[in-house]
């Protein structure tokens, strides 16, 4: 009870966080108002935009202009809004999201998540260790944001793997930088039509999930297309999600085993307990099931979507704020190429394995 009680009360913002929280809700309602205006302006939406990419596009600008002399005074909020705040938001897109949605994805997206989060991982483990010589605390925390949630996976990993606190700052640069990269060329490729002959909507929306990095990420890149697509995107990525944790506990008994120590079992149980999961994507989960199940009135649904959307875009205003060009430096040079190689393979090899899948 006194773990759940403190789980809780750290989604609760306090006033050290309000300065940094007023700035994000203010640049966030700014760009679900410039999303609007621009559709009523253009007549339509235009190619890849939306409130989501518009706050993180505008969160990077002032995030490498004017934000570092204010990031003292701001940052315990940014912080905060990139973290819990995300987390509510995507507990919350529970309420856009029904179990026939669910269904309707099935077994192709787990399929398909298993397969990119496998083959990810080892190549990442091959290429980082055997061809480039990137040490291998780096090569596992890359490999485990690339292959399933980018740097919350980065962050899970870190206790499992022991890493030093400069190697989980370069991973988590390489997701961020690829990611975000990501988040934009895919919608841009498909609005091109390049997609289209290999790919259906629904396809889409499972190759976004399985093959881009961050849950949010996703959320932009679904997002940007359709509503709908947006929707098969999370789902398939929430998938994802949930895999993290019995990829963690199959990471830290590989790391574990092999020493011909008695005292294997005690250390394994106790790097086990150490794993971080991912309880948000359960809490997402129970909340689709209520939204499922339960009676909802039409107002309190459209309220709690148009909150879920506020939410998703300060979310993606501070992660943008926090996205500093400054980050592809410190990642160097081996561990960038390493995240590129991955990046390329993400695109390219998930998307095969996503066709394949679609053609069983």
Known sequence: ???????????????????????????????????????????????????????????????????PSFADRLQVGVTFAKGQILRLAIMFYGFKLTLTQVSSVGMPAIMTDALVLTSTFLLTYWLGTRWLKVDKQT????????????????????????ADAHKVTIAVATVVVFGTIAMLLYPFLYHLGW???????????????????????????????STDIGDTAVVTKMIRVMMLA?????????????????????????????????????????IVLLHTWVPMSQGFERSMVMLDD??????????????HLSAIKQAGVKPLMLGAIMFV???????MINIGIGLI
């Open 1 to 67: 009870m006194q773990v759940l009680a403190q789980s809780v009360t750290s989604y609760l913002p306090n006033n050290r966080h309000l300065t940094g929280l007023m700035v994000v809700l203010i640049g966030s309602l700014f760009c679900l108002w410039l999303d609007m205006s621009i559709d009523n302006w253009s007549g339509g939406r235009i190619v890849g935009l939306s409130s989501l990419t518009l706050a993180i596009l505008l969160g990077m600008l002032l995030g490498n202009t004017v934000y």
């Open 310 to 323: 506020v939410l998703l875009t300060m979310a993606m205003f501070a992660l943008g704020l926090t996205t």
């Open 195 to 225: 997609l289209q002959p290999w790919l259906n909507a629904e396809q889409y929306g499972i190759y976004t999930g399985s093959t881009i990095h961050e849950v949010a990420q996703v959320v932009v890149a679904g997002n940007a297309i």
């Open 345 to 351: 393979w993400l695109i390219v090899g998930g998307g």
């Open 246 to 286: 019995p990829f963690l506990l199959v990471l830290s008994f590989v790391l574990t085993t092999g020493n011909g120590d008695k005292d294997d079992k005690p250390s394994i149980m106790n790097r086990i307990q150490q794993v971080n999961i991912p309880w948000f994507a359960f809490v997402f989960i129970i």
């Open 139 to 162: 090569t596992l925390l890359i490999g485990s944001g690339a292959s399933i949630c980018g740097a919350a996976a980065v962050i899970a990993a870190e206790p499992v793997v022991k």
